[in-house]
């Protein structure tokens, strides 16, 4: 069955120090990976998505198919950055669903 | 633009009852999806619609969940003989995807049902 695995429930770091959410996904075919996020009292909304390849408010990620990962990454963290990060599997078998990982709360910490 | 939107926000229902849950898409999206956020779970995939037509209903968890979709846009989940396992935040999503993959998923603010 597809899943989607992000091992970590809770990451705290420091304003500037670099974060990395790492999500592992389980699907033989051609994946599409996705990460969305949800700020505080707002909608969840899409981030960014692999095959873009772009980088959205500092964030960066890289789809490793050898490893099946998808970890997203920023450099220098700022504190609005603080939310709630999921990754998400789309591209199963042609269907249109996501299939999501349980979340990461991120906090920076000033 | 208006985005997609949902009601009510808060619904508080006793064990056995039905609810309906209502979303409205984003103007001209075909595509229209249910997820469910229940307590320490991440988000499950319960439908999806293109246009009115149900292509994908793996994720409805019992037969008392229904849903449908009236006139391209519209869209009515129904939680019939609420259990108290069925509380959760729902959320819709709706995509000018049509065919092609996944393409980007703009959501709601969710309902939040509360089963006593």
């Known amino acids: 069955a597809q899943r989607v695995t992000q091992p970590e429930k809770l990451l705290s770091v420091f304003k500037g120090a670099p974060v990395e959410l790492k999500c592992n996904y389980s699907y033989s075919g051609s994946p599409e990976l996705f990460w969305y996020v949800q700020y505080s009292r707002q909608r969840l909304q899409l981030l960014l998505r692999h095959i873009s390849r772009e980088s959205i408010k500092g964030f960066t990620a890289d789809l490793n198919k050898g490893e099946t990962s998808f970890h997203l990454k920023k450099p220098f963290a700022q504190e609005e950055d603080s939310a709630m990060y999921y990754c998400a599997l789309g591209g199963i078998q042609g269907a249109q669903k996501l299939v999501f990982g349980q979340g990461t709360r991120l906090t920076i910490n000033p | 633009g208006a985005g997609v939107s949902q009601s009510p926000s808060n619904k508080v229902t006793e064990k056995g009852k039905d609810v309906e849950l209502r979303c409205d898409p984003i103007s001209g999206h075909t595509a229209l999806y249910w997820y469910r956020q229940s307590l320490g779970q991440g988000l499950e995939f319960l439908i999806y619609?293109?246009?009115?037509?149900?292509?994908?209903k793996s994720g409805l968890p019992s037969d008392r969940f229904s849903a449908e979709r009236t006139g391209g846009s519209v869209s009515t989940l129904t939680i019939q003989r609420t259990q108290q396992e069925d509380s959760a935040v729902y959320l819709c999503a709706s995509s000018s995807q049509t065919s092609g993959g996944t393409g980007e998923q703009f959501f709601g603010p969710g309902t939040r049902l509360t089963v006593l």
């Open positions: 619609f293109q246009g009115n037509s149900a292509p994908d």
